[in-house]
């Protein structure tokens, strides 16, 4: 590896030690950036990559609410402003007991790199907390939501950093932010993206993930002679990310056949009726299992790991990070998949994502491949700007085209440095230049 990116990972490892998602990230980005910095040396000198790892600053705060019996309770609100080189910082907030800096920090780093990947004005940030909305009532999500948006008020703003959905923010998390943010600011202007129709949201923002993943992967696919159409698809989660995923890959002609959530997961050889799905989990908030008790023909699973035992030719894993290991890998190879792209932010472990690609199964990385949402997320920021909303279609199309665009520079970056149909290198490096770009213009800042 070179000499200047092998430094600079020692010091991370010293520095950040406990941060362990924060540094699997990082040490996946910068091993691939290695031939980077050998056409580079001018970047060592500006300290770029110094610079690129470390945060423009985490903020770290309280967010104290009243739960239904009147009880004070304490969380701990996060928001980390990683890189606003090229734009805004812009990366979403995620509500799960999992949450902390290290996640923040892997998140906002990686979201640096997607945000560059859509060609879109936007820098890179994440936030959250450790809250866990889960069995909390409508009135507890909306005084958490509240007190959080107090504190990370003072941090945001329309062109400096606009946050939006995660694991645990919807659609209603979002509408309480945002209604916390116009009373205390006076202002009613997109500080937020993924807001409802009725006050300043984009069509399509909600489906734009999940449907983003299925056309980059359709791209990755054409590109080696192959198509979603009559394919198994095995796709976990069934959250935002999952469900329109597996919309999309079944209106290209793919066939899902198992869904999951963090208990278990179902199989359904029939092709999983999304009706369902989006009835227990958009509307009772339920879970997976429901489906098997409401499905004749189809059945549960306990243990969400078993999902990838399911015979699939497309795995798309859109649940959480690390969900895919050595040994989902291996029983996917094991059974002829020939297609891996991730909807959720780095699902797949490193070792689970070397078996793969050394098995030959086409592998396309979150930060390429996720990077619908944010990409609508941006147009949403556009269309508040000019007071306008487009169409579903229109914004469908630009989505679409943005992902092929992203599949053709991730393309390329791969093999103009020698690592032809590694998109994992194609992602960290074409990501990379264009920040590195800006960065160095823009002087030792
Ligand atoms: P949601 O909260 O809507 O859904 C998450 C889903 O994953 C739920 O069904 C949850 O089940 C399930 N889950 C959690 N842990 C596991 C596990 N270990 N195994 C199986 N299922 C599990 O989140 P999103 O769909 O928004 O986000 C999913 C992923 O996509 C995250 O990594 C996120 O960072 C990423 N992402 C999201 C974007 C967006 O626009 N929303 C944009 C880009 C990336 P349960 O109900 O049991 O918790």
């Known amino acids: 590896m070179n000499g200047y990116v092998e430094k600079v990972l020692k010091n991370l490892e010293e520095k950040n030690a406990p941060e362990k998602e924060f540094l699997q990230a990082a040490r996946e980005v910068l091993e691939s950036l290695a031939p980077v910095f050998d056409r580079h040396p001018e970047y060592e000198k500006a300290g770029l990559l110094e610079r690129f790892t470390e945060p423009d600053r985490a903020i770290q705060f309280r967010v104290t609410w009243l739960d239904d019996e009147g009880n004070v309770r304490v ?26 800096l290290s996640v923040i920090k892997f998140l906002g780093f990686e979201q640096v790199l997607k945000n560059s990947l859509t060609g879109l004005p936007i820098g890179g940030g994440k936030g959250g907390s450790d809250f866990d909305p889960k069995g909390k009532s409508d009135n507890e999500i909306m005084r958490f939501c509240q007190s959080f948006m107090t ?53 399509a923002r909600k489906e734009a993930t999940g449907y983003g993943l299925c056309y980059l992967a359709q791209a990755m696919l054409k590109k080696h ?21 597996a919309e999309k890959i079944t209106q290209m002609g793919g066939k899902v056949v198992a869904m999951s ?19 227990i989990k958009e509307v009772e908030r339920g879970r997976i299992r429901e489906y098997a008790e409401r499905v004749p023909g189809s059945s549960y699973h306990e243990g969400c790991r078993g999902i990838w035992t399911v015979k699939c030719d497309i795995a798309l894993p859109c649940a959480t990070q690390n969900e895919l290991d050595s040994e989902g890998a291996k029983a996917l190879i094991a059974n002829g998949c020939m297609a891996v792209a991730e909807g959720a932010n780095m699902p797949t472990t490193y070792e689970a994502t070397k078996a793969l690609q050394q098995s030959g199964v086409l592998f396309a990385p979150g930060k390429a491949a996720n990077a619908g949402g944010v990409a609508v997320s941006a147009l949403e920021m556009s269309q508040n700007s000019q007071r306008l909303s487009w169409t579903f279609e229109e914004v469908d199309q630009r989505l679409k085209g943005i992902m092929e665009n992203i599949f053709a520079s991730i393309d390329s970056a791969a093999a103009a440095y020698g690592a032809e149909n590694d998109y994992v290198v194609g992602a960290n490096i074409a990501g990379f230049l264009k920040v590195a770009d800006a960065m160095m213009a823009q002087g030792a800042v």
């Open 75 to 100: 969380n701990r609100g996060y928001r980390v402003q990683y890189n606003n080189a090229i734009g805004p910082y812009k990366g979403g907030l995620r509500l799960h007991p999992s949450v902390n």
């Open 151 to 203: 504190e990370l008020s003072k941090y945001i703003g329309k062109d400096t950093d606009v946050p939006a959905g995660d694991i645990g923010v919807g659609g209603r998390e979002i509408g309480y932010l945002y209604g916390q943010y116009k009373r205390l600011t006076g202002l009613y202007e997109g500080a937020l993206t993924g807001k409802g129709l009725s006050y300043g949201g984009s069509l």
């Open 225 to 245: 002679g192959k198509t979603p159409e009559g394919k198994r698809v095995v796709v976990s989660g069934s959250g935002n990310v999952a469900i329109y995923a």
């Open 261 to 279: 959530d963090s208990n278990g997961y179902i199989v359904d050889e029939k092709g999983v009726n999304l009706d369902v799905v989006k009835q």
